[in-house]
């Protein structure tokens, strides 16, 4: 299971701020991050809101090597696959009653 640790996010959210996809969808993990951390142990120990956000990880770390992690030009981010990662996470907000804010493009 991928998983980005809090400093992982934070970086990303910062890293794609101005990215027209990858910013909505580093947000809208860091949301669901914060939201787990206000409802639970938190993030790192509450598997589910992780494993719902998986392909959100992905779409943000691909496979994690240097040209992913640099924070270039990312053409494979498409609207698309951000709202294909999005099914399992507002899955996931739906059945626990999660309140936080899903980043729309």
């Avoid at 507002?90 to 059945?95: D, E, I, L, P, S």
């Amino acid at each position: 299971m991928r998983f980005m640790n809090r400093w992982a996010i934070t970086d990303a959210v910062r890293l794609y701020e101005d990215h027209p996809v990858l910013g909505p969808a580093t947000r809208t993990l860091e949301n669901l991050a914060d939201w787990a951390n206000a409802n639970s142990d938190g993030w790192c120990y509450w598997p589910a809101p992780c494993k719902a956000a998986a392909k959100l990880q992905e779409l943000i770390q691909r496979d994690g090597t240097w040209r992913y992690a640099q924070g270039g030009e990312r053409p494979d981010a498409t609207v698309a696959e951000y709202r294909k990662a999005l099914a399992p996470v507002k899955a996931f907000r739906t059945r626990r009653g999660a309140d936080f804010e899903i980043v729309a493009v």
